[in-house]
Structures are given as C-alpha cells and as structure tokens.
C-alpha cells in the first residue's frame, strides 16, 4: 500500500538542505568494497531521479556497515519519496521497498579465498 502524505514547511526545508547524496559518492568500507552510485526511481512514474535529485547522507553504523537516508525528488509528480538503504561491505544492501526490506548487490559476490575454498573441500569433500 502507498503512503502519501502532505509534508510540512519545515519538513520540506529540511530536506531542500540535504546535500545531494552524490556527494557522498563513492562510499569506501574499510575492506575496500566500494559504492560507486546507486539509482533510485519514482515509485509513482517510474521515472529514475537525476543525480542533482537525490538529497541525502552515508552514515557509517559500524565497520562493515552504513546507513543510506536520503529523499528522491520528482518534480513531475511534486513528490519527496524516502530512498534508504543499508549498506553492507559485502557488496549487498537492503533497499525498502513497499513491503520491507528488498536484498540487492552493487558489487560482485567478493572472492572466496583459495584457503576458504580448500577448507570447504576439505570439510564437504568437494560437495559444495
Ligand atoms: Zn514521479
């Protein structure tokens, strides 16, 4: 179900002060998994904002982690829709979507190590 609400002055000042999340662009987790950037579209057009668009932060919750809080603007449909993630440095993240947490990738499965792959050969005999 699709929740629309009228925003506040005050609300709509707030996030008119975001900085435009490209600004936080690439994200870098200390293992070196990077986010290079992510798209995010209008739910209601299906238009995909334009970098310029996308007002909002990269907050790091903890080493392997980080919080993406930003709004998507549509000017089309005079809309401020929240766009956040969870980012993990794996290379996935948890995008909310209407009905919770949506599991993505911006990067490729990392590696398994050729000491990782060994100890599951050793452990499964070469069955996984
Ligand atoms: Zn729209």
Not at 52 to 65: D, F, L, M, Q
Request: proline share 6%; hydrophobic share 40%.
């Amino acid at each position: 179900m699709k929740k629309t609400a009228y925003l506040s002055d005050a609300q709509i000042a707030h996030i008119m002060s975001l900085p435009p999340l490209s600004e936080a662009l690439p994200y870098v987790f200390q293992n070196g998994s990077v986010l290079g950037g992510i798209v995010f579209a209008c739910t209601t057009c299906g238009v995909e904002f334009a970098p310029e668009n996308v007002k909002g932060t990269i907050t790091p919750t903890n080493t392997h982690a980080a919080l993406l809080t930003s709004y998507g603007l549509c000017y089309g449909c005079k809309l401020a829709q929240p766009c956040n993630c969870r980012l993990a440095d794996d290379g996935s993240f948890l995008v909310q979507g209407p009905d919770g947490w949506i599991k993505k990738r911006y990067a490729a499965e990392p590696e398994k190590s050729l000491l990782s792959r060994v100890k599951t050969f050793l452990l499964t005999g070469g069955l996984k």
